[in-house]
């Protein structure tokens, strides 16, 4: 018995269903005004850290919230929740991505017109979360110094699926003798013209220009007068 | 429209499937009295390292073999065979796993009863491969020391599958700060008893122990008078 062509034809009803959502809640995002920035990566890229320090250097001026989604534990929304921002688990069990319904449901508590910037912390995983449209505005995928140069060109699909790269944990590039030049050729030849990023969340470096980008990109996207906390 | 019972019911028809055919491959390898090792882990956690290690350690006294799973390329299956030891590459295009319909397809080649061992390299992943037997006698999960000590408790499932933990890259302990104690107390809530093995595929620590483990093992499960090549 072969039920692979079955499968696969309920897995596009699934990702219908989830775009049909996805388009609807990047339409509430935009009528909201917030700006929302999902984070993919494999486990232990260094996701939390990153997005710890990014919610804790931008709460002074604007008004932030994050979701943050895990098979188990809400070890990671403890760990945000020390930036003094809104965050909530999302705990999938056992499926390996976020889905727009999960969005849909950990909103409930959110006044997003309240919200100047929401961050979306998908699953560790380097496969599934990539065809899945979380109604997001921009999509990063992290990829640490200690994985190796050769990830994008091995997980083609989810550096296609991202808008930004980010290269994490710098500050360990010359102890495991990272290849920053192999790294961002393969990035390039996946997805031409990508932007990347170096930060550690560590030593604090990078994380300037990763700010400034954002802050940026959001007032000048959105036109917002209401976007810095008066 | 909710299409998730569909899919779950299509899943598990999948996996019913799979562990059909896992069982038959199983038989056949107790038949060829091959050893059949997998190893599971997240992308970048140095599974190729490690088994390319293992391989050139074992290929003076055994007769070995190693499968391949990844999403795109044939980088890892090029690296393996700098070990001199036959390799195929399994290529999955979008699937996160290997299954056991994968292996059959790529053993079309391979004489089992010629091999002592035969190591299958799941693709990166912490989740899908989870579910999907694969025939073997032992399944590793590799867990580097730069993800954090963590990712047992957020990733119970792929731990539970398996029988040994293998903590890989302890060259970075130090400068990653590691916290051992934690990391093996995260293992054993998940899996108590489980055996842990610390390598550096870099400076070769661990590994003679690993490799006892591995060959006393081999030796005394099959009882194989065959088992080293005269």
Redesign the interface.
């Known amino acids: 018995?072969?039920?692979?062509p079955?499968?696969v034809e309920?897995?596009r009803?699934?990702l219908k269903?989830n775009d049909h959502l996805a388009r609807g809640l990047r339409e509430r995002f935009r009528k909201a005004r917030v700006r929302v920035i999902s984070l993919v990566s494999?486990?232990?890229s260094g996701k939390t850290a990153f997005l710890e320090k990014t919610l804790t250097m931008l709460r002074d001026s604007y008004r932030v919230a994050a979701l943050v989604g895990?098979?188990?534990?809400d070890?990671d929304a403890m760990r945000l929740a020390r930036s003094q921002v809104p965050v909530k688990q999302i705990t999938t069990g056992?499926v390996?991505h976020l889905e727009a319904a999960m969005i849909d449901r950990a909103l409930a508590g959110l006044n997003l017109a309240e919200l100047d910037f929401l961050f979306i912390e998908n699953?560790?995983?380097?496969?599934?979360p990539s065809?899945y449209d979380l109604g997001e505005d921009l999509r990063l995928v992290l990829l640490?110094v200690?994985?190796?140069e050769?990830?994008p060109?091995?997980?083609?699909?989810i550096f296609n699926s991202a808008d930004v790269a980010v290269l994490t944990?710098i500050d360990?590039a010359a102890?495991?003798e990272f290849d920053d030049a192999a790294a961002n050729r393969n990035i390039q030849a996946i997805r031409p013209g990508m932007q990347v990023f170096r930060v550690s969340a560590k030593t604090g470096e990078g994380l300037d220009k990763w700010s400034s980008f954002l802050t940026s990109r959001a007032d000048r996207t959105n036109d917002r007068e209401t976007m810095r906390i008066p």
């Open positions: 018995m072969n039920t692979e079955r499968l309920v897995r009803n699934v269903e494999s486990p232990g895990d098979l188990a534990t070890n056992t390996c699953v560790g995983n380097l496969v599934c065809s640490s200690t994985e190796g050769d990830k060109l091995k997980y083609p699909t944990k360990l102890v495991v």
